[in-house]
């Protein structure tokens, strides 16, 4: 194995590991949205898992994710409402899955554009923006009309009011700062890979 792969490998697997703590650390950085009977936690969470991917690409951007959501779900308190193999139950746990759908989105548009470019960057963002509104309002809709319905329902228009029209425009924001944090990074990173 050629020394320069290896210490590529390694670099890689200890910025999965950074990147699990920023996801850790963005759960605390939060503000709490209230609409309502609802409470939306709008979070950095969404910006490091974009830039995981972005940085680390599809398959090292999702394991990191991975690895922030399996501490998580063994009882440690680093959600942004604290932790444990509960977690699952609650509707919006589709939404931390979305994270990892995010990073490994992010990633996988940027590998088959071939380009890293500010713009690709930023349409890489929006399709991981895609993927972890998809995550998340799905799993919220089936959790909460079928599993755990309680003699509640939320239908889809109230769905979107209140998890997507509530914090979308911030996350799209949060594409563009991850684009262009990627872009400053990405230099420096090459020197370590």
């Known amino acids: 194995m050629a020394s320069g792969s290896y210490k590529s490998r390694t670099v890689r697997l200890v910025l999965c590991g950074f990147f699990a703590a920023l996801m850790a650390v963005g759960a605390f950085i939060k503000i709490m949205i209230p ?34 959501l399996i501490i998580g779900l063994t009882g440690v308190p680093i959600f942004a409402h604290g932790g444990g193999l509960t977690y699952i139950m609650k509707p919006t746990f589709g ?54 319905t309680g003699g509640q329902t939320i239908g889809v228009i109230e769905l979107l009011s209140v998890w997507f029209l509530s914090t979308v425009i911030p996350d799209f924001i949060l594409c563009l700062l ?7 990074l990405m230099p420096r990173l090459r020197e370590f890979m």
């Open 95 to 148: 939404f931390l899955l979305g994270f990892a759908a995010a990073a490994f989105v992010s990633g996988k548009i940027l590998e088959l554009a071939g380009r890293r470019n500010l713009r690709m960057l930023i349409v890489s963002g929006i399709f991981g923006e895609l993927a972890y509104y998809a995550c998340g309002l799905v799993y919220y809709y089936i959790m909460f009309n079928f599993v755990l």
């Open 35 to 68: 609409l309502g009977i609802w409470q939306v936690t709008f979070s950095l969470q969404f910006f490091f898992a974009l830039l995981s991917g972005m940085l680390l690409g599809s398959g090292a951007g999702f394991t990191s994710v991975a690895v922030y």
């Open 178 to 184: 991850a684009a262009m944090v990627a872009q400053r």
